[in-house]
């Protein structure tokens, strides 16, 4: 069983939140553990649709607070957007939807230490593999983490 980063605003469009929904669902489906940054939004959508199908779900939480109500993990950080690092490396891979700087920078550093990233509706940059639908991303994550070197 591996380990799936999803990362993306927690200010977020209710269509991001269906894909990140959707996204947490096919990840749990799968028997992969789902990692995030433990907040709302994206995080918590994807948090919530791993639950709803018995998926294992950590928080990386920037602060000292108890993040979303679906986190089976809670890891209290007090790092800032620093978490950002304990994300990418926790993680065999990583999907981003939507999102703004802070997800930028969580693909800038995934990139950087080699985690493959697969993207629905994100950044449009080198090394992010664009995926049309959350199950085209999860497919690629899930084989992504069970083929590491």
């Known amino acids: 069983m591996g380990q799936i980063a999803v990362i993306g605003a927690a200010d977020t469009t209710p269509e991001e939140y269906q894909v990140a929904f959707t ?3 096919l990840i749990a489906k799968n028997h992969e553990t789902l990692v995030c940054g433990g907040l709302r939004g ?5 948090c919530k649709g791993a639950k709803e199908h018995e998926g294992v779900t950590i928080g990386i939480i920037p602060d000292t607070g108890n993040g979303n ?3 089976d993990v809670v890891i ?3 790092l800032g957007h620093a978490r ?3 994300i990418a490396k926790s993680a065999d891979a990583v999907i ?3 999102g703004s700087y802070g997800t930028l920078s969580e693909i800038a550093i995934a990139l950087k230490i080699k985690r ?4 629905v509706k994100t950044w449009n940059i080198e090394g992010v593999m664009k995926c049309a ?3 085209e991303a999860v497919l690629r994550a899930v084989d992504a983490s069970r083929h590491l070197p």
Do not use: C, D, K, Q
């Open 42 to 46: 994206v995080m918590e959508a994807a």
């Open 23 to 25: 996204v947490g669902s």
């Open 76 to 78: 209290r950080t007090g």
């Open 116 to 119: 493959p990233v697969f993207g």
């Open 84 to 86: 950002n690092v304990i």
């Open 133 to 135: 639908t959350p199950e």
């Open 96 to 98: 981003a939807i939507g």
């Open 69 to 71: 109500e679906y986190l």
